[in-house]
């Protein structure tokens, strides 16, 4: 099992910046697919990044919502994946979860149905 644990959340005025981290422990935390997602209560959960990973290299991709403000990123030498979060908005404001596809690594899967693990979440609030 991998279990993540997400930080960095906070009460930010808009146009502020957030780093969420998500630190993984268990099993090989670069065997696996990565993601973030975020849910406002009574919606639906939704993908804002995601990440693979190969020995070839990287790639990511990020809702449009966010496209150009956040950035997803991974270490796999401290098991650990960061979103980098600039000019937020309000409408940014919800619990962000951390995701793991264990042994999907070269996968960028944006369905929440497509992960096993899940951190237990870090609340981003932004208002003024």
């Known amino acids: 099992q991998l279990q993540l644990v997400e930080s960095g959340g906070g009460l930010v005025q808009p146009g502020g910046s957030l780093t969420l981290s998500c630190a993984a422990s268990?099993?090989?935390?670069?065997?696996?697919?990565m993601g973030w997602f975020r849910q406002v209560p009574g919606t639906e959960r939704e993908c804002v990044a995601a990440?693979?990973?190969?020995?070839?290299?990287?790639?990511?991709w990020h809702a449009d919502s966010v496209t150009g403000r956040f950035t997803i990123s991974r270490d796999n030498a401290k098991n650990t994946m960061y979103l980098q979060m600039n000019s937020l908005k309000p409408e940014d404001t919800a619990v962000y979860y951390c995701?793991?596809?264990?042994?999907?690594?070269?996968?960028?899967?944006?369905?929440?149905?497509?992960?096993?693990?899940w951190g237990q979440g870090t609340q981003v609030t932004v208002s003024s």
């Open positions: 995701a793991a596809a264990d042994l999907k690594a070269r996968f960028l899967l944006t369905s929440h149905t497509a992960y096993d693990y």
């Open positions: 268990g099993r090989t935390f670069s065997s696996a697919a």
């Open positions: 990440i693979r990973w190969s020995w070839s290299g990287s790639a990511s």
